[in-house]
């Protein structure tokens, strides 16, 4: 007979305020690794854009990050969310914590409700114009640049909000993801977030993205602190401060669920 192990689990929406707003990400602390196809079944079963799980190493975190379909090398939402359990929940009594990830150290501090990522930056680059990114967002971009995603910069907030995206066209393109951004006159500016090929088509708020969008938008606005909204059906408020090689990411985080899983 298999023998069944019983597993903590949370969910935390991230960068949200309050419940059934922001980005779900599932939580799952570990003693020691799973087989990486069992936490590819879990994420699955989550069916949430990510899972995280993570394990001590002395004096930090290592973390994984898992969509319904592959394991991605960041992922900013889950790390949020995975910051907020280890504060609330497991008893980390100092301010920052580290987690040790496939895009290096990753850092996380809280300033009463509000945690900030300590994330790599990404700074996205011009690229000749995709046809097949044109198709698939169905309207040109008045812009387009690239890093770990596409970047596609439109003219104002009303038309990143009117997408609506072919996701089996997008799924063939050759990056993460499509980033969809423009200026808004409410926030400094507004983006969404596509990932079909790692099924998640669209994201709710995805603190990755703005490792791009930071550099991009402090360079264009002339700003080293800026406020923006990701405006999926959910919805997420984020700031970002590019800061040289890094990027501070800052959100809040709600708790939805705790419980147990056996796998």
């Known amino acids: 007979m298999v023998e069944m ?9 991230a960068f949200a305020a309050a419940p059934f707003t922001g980005n779900p990400a599932a939580v799952v602390p570990l003693e020691q690794w799973l087989d990486d196809e069992l936490m590819q079944s879990i994420a699955l079963e989550n069916n949430l ?5 993570f394990v001590n190493e002395g004096d930090a975190y290592r973390i994984r990050w898992f969509t319904p379909a592959a394991e991605v090398d960041l992922c900013g939402h889950a790390t949020l969310a995975s ?4 504060f609330n929940e497991l008893g980390h009594t100092a301010e920052t914590i ?9 850092h996380v501090s809280r300033d009463g409700a509000w945690l900030t990522l300590d994330f790599p930056a990404q700074p996205p680059v011009p690229v000749a114009r995709s046809p097949e990114l044109v198709r698939g967002l169905g309207r040109a971009p008045s812009e387009l640049l690239a890093a770990e995603d596409y970047l596609a910069v439109f003219d104002d907030a009303g038309q990143v909000a009117a997408l609506r995206p072919d996701f089996e066209l997008l799924a063939r393109l050759d990056r993460r993801g499509v980033i969809a951004t423009a200026p808004s006159d409410e926030v400094d500016f507004v983006t969404r977030f596509f990932a079909p090929g790692l099924a998640v088509p669209e994201d709710p708020v995805t603190g990755s993205a703005f490792t791009q969008l930071g550099p991009y938008w402090a360079e264009r606005l002339g700003r080293a602190r800026l406020h923006a909204r990701q405006i ?6 984020v700031i970002c401060e590019p800061r040289g090689e890094r990027v501070l990411i ?5 708790a939805y669920l705790a ?3 056996t796998v």
């Open 83 to 86: 910051a907020w359990v280890l």
């Open 250 to 254: 800052s959100g809040r985080a709600s």
């Open 98 to 106: 580290r987690f040790l990830s496939r895009s290096g150290d990753l």
């Open 259 to 261: 419980g147990t899983i």
């Open 49 to 53: 854009s990510e899972t995280a799980f």
């Open 232 to 237: 999926s059906a959910r919805g997420g408020e």
């Open 5 to 13: 192990k019983r597993l903590p689990i949370f969910q935390v929406d």
